[in-house]
């Protein structure tokens, strides 16, 4: 059944207060919550309590401490319904039993290598005791958890450790109270045998805070740059955005069994360890920076996410948009913002825009779902920070500002939306935002088509702007949107170019033009020569640019333009625009390949622009961003070839410089995981993967080197990558040695699984094969899951979108057997297939088949019964 926003009421019933008793024993865990509720000023009598359960035995349930009669509740799968409880406040008592050990679905209380733990967002809390599990319903928590002293000498919960003690039995006890009122989907436990590191915060008004990362016993010397991530997370939202942390403690766990990232429960997050560990001979330079980005997301979230969080569901970019785009700004000022942003496009373009132009896309505010879970999506997450982003362009710094402290200031403690939080800057800065909303409720990645025209005589210069947004799933049409566009005029010398007027149906001021309309003409007066147009800085809104500029002029952006986006913009261009023509048959003349080559070569030799810069500017798009431009009727292994093509074509003419390049930018210092350490390994890696691409003598044969002579762990994967991405002689005997090498570090593994499942030959698929059938092989670990059978899907075009349909059918068999175990694994697995609308049409025929007949193949959970209805309807 499908829930819609529309029908949002407000609960009957209020829980003010929560007392919860945990007794976790080996074989079961019993948990008696005392209720304190309470019925909404206008609940008529009569009103039946209706509270949430899942998976839960009843034992015991009373009303101020009377024991209800058979007749006057009824439990069943759904939960507990109370048919009359009294018109006034009252405490409802429950006890249920739950089997952690059997929860492989990993929410509510499971078990992780020993560990119990919990993650409750969105709707995990009832399977943990009955409850009104709806994020409008506000509490404050008091938790004693009893556990056996052996196995979990660490017990933790939300808020402030209040007592402790022994509980007799080889039992001990710990009891924790959170005094700021939240929903159950921030409610977190943990009990374990673990080990720790500590240290503390002092805020900007002098409160000490002490910080804690637990963790497998161990590992505590790889929790360190989480420490350090966290404390200058702390420190920069005091700074941004003059935000406190609130209570005396913090503490963040880290467990090796997690559906996802980490969660940011009240005081106590809990992370996938991956996103917590971190040693030079084990992590990447990437593995470095997601860590530090999620530390500071969770922690944000405090504020964008706790103190203030969302009414219901369907508001979930309230905080997720917001809280990507606060952690996105974190990264800038911590590192390069321009690096940064370049980076965060990359992510936008291959996760949210194919999300957002296949069968799943859905508006960053959906207004109806039948499994919340699929919606933690790129859509409401990165799409969602680009609409606060574009809002802060709009607004400016200040005006930004201004706004979230009057969010702060008026919403603290509440459940709230996205109107409420337009609403704010509308007070705040007097403007209306109506019209800006819309992003929020429309699906769909918007074209923006301009064109240019130059007068010389009336040295008038006009640029031509239209917006389209396709059809998506149930929004056949749509309205225009609020479009932040910024921009420069940039003249025959390189430098910017002024006007002396402006006029048309845009608003522009300064550097920005905001288009309103579905089209708009803007003229530019006193323009003294034709200008080169450097539109959409900053990628200034999440849309697809369509400007026809010629490679000259775009070859001169990419050495010229002051926005650094922009240049970077300008060499992808060239490329994208090279390759789909070729892929669709029309070869490219020496002379744009050479022109291009020369300026690689110039940015590569430019004294201006830092390692991490180029690492990013020497490169093309990938295979599935050339195949989302072609758009229909694709063939993947064409796509594969051509992109092969013109790296040579491209590279291959510079080998000689970047193998000097790479010479140059070796280095015997130790391993720091610091932006400029970052950025030279960054660019060598990027180069070695240049050469082999395009095939330079001795290229293969380097990587091998390469591998062997790294000493970290950013340098070896990065060779072990290119080796096999290239299917190099040697890859098949570095893959095995690496196997090796890690045997014991399941992260690592992590990495072998991925840089198997990506490589695009044709014996891809048996190896794969063979290491899921190894006995030992981790089933249900959602990272071990994820790194093999996620990458195949989402990241390795040629061999999942083969032609006879093999892979198609490998994904669907294995999304019908995992989904047994986690559904929600299956789940994300299964978005793989959202690209097939776009194949030609014998993978469509196949793609087709496969679903039909994972459909037709029995019973699935809700979860994967969702995606498939959605991609099979697209
Ligand atoms: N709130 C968490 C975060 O963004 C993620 C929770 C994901 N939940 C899910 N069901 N996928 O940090
Ligand atoms: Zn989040």
Same mark, same amino acid.
């Given at each position: 059944?499908?829930?819609?926003?529309?029908?949002?009421?407000?609960s009957?019933?209020r829980i003010v207060s929560v007392e919860l008793d945990f007794?976790i024993?080996?074989?079961?865990?019993?948990v008696?919550a005392q209720l304190t509720?309470?019925?909404?000023?206008?609940?008529?009598?009569?009103?039946?309590?209706?509270?949430d359960?899942?998976?839960?035995?009843?034992?015991?349930?009373?009303?101020?401490?009377?024991?209800?009669?058979?007749?006057?509740?009824?439990?069943?799968?759904?939960?507990?319904?109370?048919?009359?409880?009294?018109?006034?406040?009252?405490?409802?008592?429950?006890?249920?039993?739950?089997?952690?050990?059997?929860?492989?679905?990993l929410m509510g209380l499971y078990?992780s290598?020993?560990t119990w733990c919990t993650q409750c967002e969105p709707e995990g809390f009832r399977r943990i005791t009955?409850y009104l599990d709806r994020p409008d319903v506000l509490a404050t928590f008091r938790v004693r958890i009893?556990?056996?002293?052996?196995?979990?000498?660490v017990l933790l919960a939300n808020g402030n450790l209040v007592d402790r003690?022994?509980?007799?039995?080889?039992?001990?006890?710990a009891v924790w109270e959170d005094p700021f009122p939240k929903p159950a989907y921030l409610f977190a436990l943990v009990a374990g045998?673990l080990?720790s590191?500590t240290d503390s915060y002092?805020t900007?008004s002098?409160r000490k805070i002490a910080l804690a990362i637990y963790c497998?016993?161990?590992?505590?010397?790889?929790?360190?740059?989480a420490m350090?991530s966290l404390k200058?997370s702390m420190a920069w939202d005091e700074?941004?955005f003059g935000r406190e942390y609130d209570l005396d403690m913090f503490n963040i766990v880290a467990v090796?069994?997690f559906n996802f990232g980490a969660m940011e429960n009240k005081g106590l997050n809990i992370f996938n360890?991956?996103l917590v560990?971190?040693?030079?001979?084990?992590?990447?330079?990437?593995?470095?920076?997601?860590?530090?980005?999620v530390i500071a997301h969770e922690y944000f979230h405090n504020w964008t996410g706790n103190r203030i969080t969302c009414r219901d569901w369907?508001q979930l970019c309230l905080k997720e948009g917001l809280t990507v785009?606060r952690d996105?700004?974190f990264?800038?000022?911590?590192?390069?913002?321009?690096?940064?942003?370049?980076?965060?496009?990359?992510?936008?373009?291959?996760?949210?825009?194919?999300?957002?132009?296949?069968?799943?896309?859905?508006?960053?505010?959906?207004?109806?779902?039948?499994?919340i879970?699929?919606?933690y999506?790129?859509?409401?997450y990165?799409?969602?920070?680009?609409?606060?982003?574009?809002?802060?362009?709009?607004?400016?710094?200040?005006?930004?500002?201004?706004?979230?402290?009057?969010y702060f200031e008026?919403h603290d403690g509440e459940a709230t939306?996205?109107?409420?939080f337009?609403?704010?800057?509308?007070?705040?800065?007097?403007?209306?935002?109506?019209?800006?909303?819309?992003?929020?409720?429309?699906?769909?990645?918007?074209?923006?088509?301009?064109?240019?025209?130059?007068?010389?005589?009336?040295?008038?210069?006009?640029?031509?702007?239209?917006?389209?947004?396709?059809?998506?799933?149930?929004?056949?049409?749509?309205?225009?949107?609020?479009?932040?566009?910024?921009?420069?005029?940039?003249?025959?010398?390189?430098?910017?170019?002024?006007?002396?007027?402006?006029?048309?149906?845009?608003?522009?001021?300064?550097?920005?033009?905001?288009?309103?309309?579905?089209?708009?003409?803007?003229?530019?007066?006193?323009?003294?020569?034709?200008?080169?147009?450097?539109?959409?800085?900053?990628?200034?809104?999440?849309?697809?640019?369509?400007?026809?500029?010629?490679?000259?002029?775009?070859?001169?952006?990419?050495?010229?333009?002051?926005?650094?986006?922009?240049?970077?913009?300008?060499?992808?261009?060239?490329?994208?625009?090279?390759?789909?023509?070729?892929?669709?048959?029309?070869?490219?003349?020496?002379?744009?390949?050479?022109?291009?080559?020369?300026?690689?070569?110039?940015?590569?030799?430019?004294?201006?622009?830092?390692?991490?810069?180029?690492?990013?500017?020497?490169?093309?798009?990938?295979?599935?961003?050339?195949? %989302?431009?072609? #758009?229909?009727?694709? @063939? $993947?292994?064409?796509?594969? +070839?051509?992109? *092969?093509? =013109?790296? &040579?074509?491209?590279?291959?003419?510079?080998?000689?410089?970047?193998?000097?390049?790479?010479?140059?930018?070796?280095?015997?210092?130790?391993?720091?995981?610091?932006?400029?350490?970052?950025?030279?390994?960054?660019?060598?890696?990027?180069?070695?993967?240049?050469?082999?691409?395009?095939?330079?003598?001795?290229?293969?044969?380097?990587?091998?080197?390469?591998?062997?002579?790294?000493?970290?762990?950013?340098?070896?994967?990065?060779?072990?990558?290119?080796?096999?991405?290239?299917?190099?002689?040697?890859?098949?005997?570095?893959?095995?040695?690496?196997?090796?090498?890690?045997?014991?570090?399941?992260?690592?593994?992590?990495?072998?699984?991925?840089?198997?499942?990506?490589?695009?030959?044709?014996?891809?698929?048996? %190896?794969?094969? #063979?290491?899921?059938? @190894? $006995?030992?092989?981790?089933? +249900?670990?959602? *990272?071990? =899951?994820? &790194?093999?059978?996620?990458?195949?899907?989402?990241?390795?075009?040629?061999?999942?979108?083969?032609?006879?349909?093999?892979?198609?059918?490998?994904?669907?068999?294995?999304?019908?057997?995992?989904?047994?175990?986690?559904?929600?694994?299956?789940?994300?697995?299964?978005?793989?297939?959202?690209?097939?609308?776009?194949?030609?049409?014998?993978?469509?025929?196949?793609?087709?088949?496969?679903?039909?007949?994972?459909?037709?193949?029995?019973?699935?959970?809700?979860?994967?019964?969702?995606?498939?209805?959605?991609?099979?309807?697209?």
């Amino acid at each position: 059944q499908t829930i819609y926003l529309k029908d949002y009421a407000p609960s009957p019933y209020r829980i003010v207060s929560v007392e919860l008793d945990f007794r976790i024993l080996e074989e079961n865990t019993r948990v008696r919550a005392q209720l304190t509720v309470e019925p909404a000023p206008d609940t008529a009598a009569g009103t039946p309590l209706v509270l949430d359960g899942d998976d839960l035995k009843l034992t015991s349930v009373a009303i101020d401490g009377l024991p209800l009669m058979l007749s006057a509740y009824l439990a069943d799968e759904k939960g507990l319904t109370v048919f009359e409880p009294p018109l006034r406040r009252f405490v409802l008592e429950t006890e249920v039993v739950i089997e952690p050990e059997k929860n492989t679905r990993l929410m509510g209380l499971y078990r992780s290598s020993g560990t119990w733990c919990t993650q409750c967002e969105p709707e995990g809390f009832r399977r943990i005791t009955y409850y009104l599990d709806r994020p409008d319903v506000l509490a404050t928590f008091r938790v004693r958890i009893t556990a056996p002293l052996a196995a979990a000498p660490v017990l933790l919960a939300n808020g402030n450790l209040v007592d402790r003690g022994d509980a007799g039995d080889g039992l001990h006890y710990a009891v924790w109270e959170d005094p700021f009122p939240k929903p159950a989907y921030l409610f977190a436990l943990v009990a374990g045998d673990l080990g720790s590191i500590t240290d503390s915060y002092t805020t900007g008004s002098g409160r000490k805070i002490a910080l804690a990362i637990y963790c497998a016993h161990g590992k505590e010397e790889q929790c360190g740059w989480a420490m350090d991530s966290l404390k200058r997370s702390m420190a920069w939202d005091e700074r941004r955005f003059g935000r406190e942390y609130d209570l005396d403690m913090f503490n963040i766990v880290a467990v090796n069994d997690f559906n996802f990232g980490a969660m940011e429960n009240k005081g106590l997050n809990i992370f996938n360890d991956k996103l917590v560990f971190a040693e030079p001979q084990s992590a990447t330079d990437a593995d470095y920076e997601n860590i530090e980005r999620v530390i500071a997301h969770e922690y944000f979230h405090n504020w964008t996410g706790n103190r203030i969080t969302c009414r219901d569901w369907f508001q979930l970019c309230l905080k997720e948009g917001l809280t990507v785009y606060r952690d996105q700004e974190f990264t800038s000022d911590e590192r390069s913002r321009a690096v940064k942003r370049i980076s965060d496009v990359v992510t936008l373009r291959s996760a949210q825009f194919p999300e957002d132009g296949g069968p799943l896309a859905h508006p960053a505010r959906p207004d109806q779902y039948r499994e919340i879970n699929n919606f933690y999506t790129a859509t409401v997450y990165e799409k969602g920070a680009e609409i606060v982003r574009m809002l802060a362009t709009l607004l400016g710094e200040a005006g930004f500002r201004k706004g979230m402290d009057l969010y702060f200031e008026r919403h603290d403690g509440e459940a709230t939306t996205i109107e409420a939080f337009l609403n704010v800057f509308e007070d705040a800065c007097s403007v209306d935002l109506e019209q800006f909303k819309t992003w929020y409720l429309q699906a769909g990645t918007p074209r923006l088509s301009v064109s240019e025209s130059y007068n010389a005589a009336a040295q008038t210069y006009t640029l031509k702007l239209r917006q389209e947004i396709p059809p998506t799933p149930g929004q056949p049409t749509k309205e225009p949107l609020a479009m932040p566009i910024r921009f420069g005029l940039i003249g025959p010398n390189g430098s910017p170019m002024s006007w002396t007027g402006v006029s048309g149906g845009a608003k522009v001021e300064d550097d920005l033009i905001v288009l309103e309309s579905a089209e708009a003409e803007v003229t530019f007066t006193g323009v003294a020569n034709k200008p080169v147009p450097s539109l959409l800085r900053e990628f200034s809104a999440p849309v697809i640019l369509d400007l026809p500029l010629s490679q000259e002029d775009r070859l001169f952006l990419a050495r010229h333009d002051s926005d650094p986006f922009n240049r970077w913009q300008a060499l992808q261009d060239v490329s994208l625009a090279l390759a789909t023509a070729a892929v669709g048959g029309q070869a490219w003349s020496d002379g744009d390949v050479a022109a291009l080559s020369e300026a690689m070569g110039d940015t590569l030799a430019s004294p201006d622009l830092d390692d991490a810069f180029k690492a990013l500017a020497l490169s093309v798009p990938a295979e599935a961003q050339i195949a %989302r431009a072609i #758009g229909k009727d694709v @063939d $993947p292994d064409r796509v594969h +070839t051509v992109r *092969n093509e =013109l790296i &040579a074509a491209v590279f291959g003419p510079l080998a000689g410089k970047l193998r000097t390049a790479h010479e140059g930018l070796q280095s015997d210092a130790p391993y720091a995981p610091d932006p400029a350490g970052n950025g030279r390994r960054a660019l060598r890696n990027r180069l070695l993967a240049l050469l082999v691409g395009s095939g330079a003598e001795g290229a293969a044969t380097m990587a091998t080197a390469c591998y062997h002579e790294a000493r970290n762990m950013t340098d070896r994967l990065a060779a072990l990558a290119t080796a096999a991405s290239h299917w190099t002689a040697d890859a098949p005997a570095l893959l095995a040695d690496f196997r090796t090498r890690f045997a014991t570090d399941p992260l690592v593994f992590d990495k072998w699984l991925s840089v198997n499942a990506g490589v695009p030959e044709a014996g891809v698929m048996e %190896r794969l094969r #063979g290491i899921l059938a @190894d $006995p030992g092989f981790p089933r +249900t670990n959602p *990272n071990r =899951l994820r &790194a093999l059978m996620g990458t195949f899907a989402l990241n390795n075009p040629t061999q999942f979108a083969r032609a006879d349909g093999a892979g198609f059918r490998f994904v669907t068999e294995f999304v019908a057997e995992v989904d047994k175990v986690n559904p929600q694994v299956a789940a994300r697995v299964l978005t793989g297939f959202r690209i097939w609308p776009i194949l030609e049409a014998g993978r469509r025929e196949e793609a087709r088949a496969a679903l039909t007949a994972l459909q037709n193949g029995g019973e699935l959970s809700r979860n994967t019964a969702d995606i498939l209805g959605r991609m099979l309807a697209g």
